[in-house]
Each structure stands twice: as C-alpha cells, then as structure tokens.
C-alpha cells in the first residue's frame, strides 16, 4: 500500500552515470514507463536521509555501481568535475497515473567501466543511440523517457 497523498510530491532522484570517455551513458529498461532511461528512482523515507541518498541507493539497486569517490567523480551542470554532489536541475513531472512528482538529477562520470555485468536491464549507450528516437532491446522497441534530463545529458556528452 502507498503511503503517498494524492497531492503530495512524490520525490525522485536520476543519476547520469558516463563512461570515462562521456561518450557513452548508463540507461536501464524501465517496464512501468515503457521506455528506456537513466538510472533513478523515488526517495524513500525508510532509507534515504535526503535526496542524494536517493540516487546513491538507484544507482547500487539498478546498476550495481556504487557512488564513491574510487569509481569515479559527481560533474557540475557543465560536465566539469566536482568535490560535492551538485543537484543538476529539479524538474516536475507527472507519472503516468497522474500523481505529481519532482526530480533531481546528478551526474557522475567513472574513473573506469566495471569489469562486472550489469543487471540485464541495465547497459551503457554511445551518444549516437541515445540521440535517436527509441532503442530496440530484445526485440521490442523503448521510447526514451525523461527527454528532459536526455537533452542536459546529450549537452555534456563527447
């Protein structure tokens, strides 16, 4: 059972994980949007201090990757590195059942890829794929959701 209003905001992180290079990003298949998108998820009360507790705790969730200094480093809004965890922009948004939600997206560049696999779901795209309007996976066609934080992320990418 949900614990959130009908008028509440319900708070959500994305996290912009690049490749070394920034040429590629980490997206995930997101089934309940149909569509593909960088990692992130709602901030939840029982486990996240704040909101950047959110992205730190998606981003072990759906990429195994974890947000230390030793993988890599958070970027500003210009994609230039940073010693803090700067909040890149706040948007509203509605989910699709109609509840309104706000989302706070970071960015993070690794030192180096993982050696490790990834959740099934969850893979790295080159610029070039990501520009394009859907992605097959599977053999079934995703939209890219959240065309917001795609354009911040398409303007810092090499």
Request: no cysteine.
């Given at each position: 059972m949900s614990t959130e209003s009908a008028s509440e905001i319900i708070h959500t992180a994305t996290v912009a994980i690049f490749?070394?290079?920034?040429?590629?990003?980490?997206?995930?298949?997101?089934?309940?949007?149909?569509?593909?998108?960088?990692?992130?998820?709602?901030?939840?009360?029982?486990?996240?201090?704040?909101?950047?507790?959110?992205?730190?705790r998606e981003a072990r969730e759906e990429g195994n990757i974890l947000l230390f200094p030793g993988a890599g480093i958070f970027l500003d809004k210009d994609g230039k590195p940073t010693n803090d965890q700067p909040i890149i922009q706040?948007?509203?948004?509605?989910?699709?059942?109609?509840?309104?939600?706000?989302?706070?997206?970071?960015?993070?560049?690794?030192?180096?890829v993982p050696p490790f696999n990834f959740p099934k779901t969850t893979f790295f795209?080159?610029?070039n794929e990501y520009k394009?309007?859907?992605?097959?996976?599977?053999?079934?066609?995703?939209g890219f959701c959240a065309l917001d934080v795609r354009e911040k992320v398409l303007a810092i990418m090499r």
């Open positions: 490749s070394p290079n920034m040429r590629r990003i980490l997206v995930t298949v997101n089934h309940k949007l149909n569509g593909v998108v960088p990692l992130g998820g709602k901030f939840d009360p029982e486990q996240d201090a704040h909101i950047y507790d959110t992205a730190f706040k948007v509203p948004f509605l989910f699709p059942d109609g509840k309104r939600g706000q989302d706070s997206l970071f960015f993070f560049r690794l030192h180096q795209l080159h610029k394009k309007d859907s992605f097959t996976y599977e053999g079934v066609p995703y």
